[in-house]
Structures are given as C-alpha cells and as structure tokens.
C-alpha cells in the first residue's frame, strides 16, 4: 500500500537549519509530483513547496523563497526538505504529499515536528 513517512523534524535554534525527509513506497515515485505542507498551531495546512516527478520543476511558497529547497532522489523513493535560516514562524507540522490523488485518495505522510526556538 502507498506509504509517506516523514522524519527530521526536530528543536532548532532562530537561524538553523534542518533537513526533512520523506520515504515513499507503495507506488511508482517517479511518476508523481511530490510536496511538502505545514500546519502551524491553530492555522490551516500551507503548501510550503512542490516538485516535479523527475526534480525539473520547482515551486515554492512566498514565505520560503531564497530559505528552503526541494529536492528528490528517485533511485530512493525519496523527497526533501532542505530548510535553512529558520525562524520561529516556521514551527509547525510538517507533511509530504504525493500532489496527485492515487485511485481517488490523497496520501499524506503522518507528519514530522520542527519547532524553531531559543
């Protein structure tokens, strides 16, 4: 079955950096445009940045331009999230997506904790 796990997040310092991953399985990972997503405290689920199947195409969110960075590794089944100069705004749960529904269902991964504080 298509699984999405996340893993990374962790407490980070204003100003550090953290690289998110998510494992992908179940389904053919080239085919599909892969995202990352974050839901802060009382907020709503934000696309944060999405990318092509092969990694040729790239967009990101406004709040995380020139900071995070997408990338995948297709031999891997896997897609990142290269996040640096963090701030606190930034805490929140963090999820993978594959962008596309698979047989009319959305996966998401079960999200990943990053806190940014002092």
């Known amino acids: 079955q298509v699984q999405l796990v996340e893993s990374g997040g962790g407490l980070v310092q204003p100003g550090g950096s953290l690289r998110l991953s998510c494992a992908a399985s179940?389904?053919?990972?080239?085919?599909?445009?892969m995202s990352w997503n974050r839901q802060a405290p009382g907020k709503e689920r934000e696309l944060v940045a999405v990318?092509?199947?092969?990694?040729?195409?790239?967009n990101y969110a406004d709040f995380v331009k020139g900071r995070f960075t997408i990338s995948r590794d297709n031999a891997n089944n896997t897609v990142y999230l290269q996040m640096n100069y963090l701030k606190p705004d930034d805490t929140a749960v963090y999820y993978c997506?594959?962008?596309?529904?698979?047989?009319?269902?959305?996966?998401w991964g079960q999200g990943t904790q990053v806190t940014v504080s002092s």
């Open positions: 179940g389904f053919t990972f080239s085919s599909y445009a």
């Open positions: 997506k594959i962008v596309r529904a698979i047989g009319g269902i959305q996966y």
């Open positions: 990318i092509s199947n092969y990694g040729g195409s790239t």
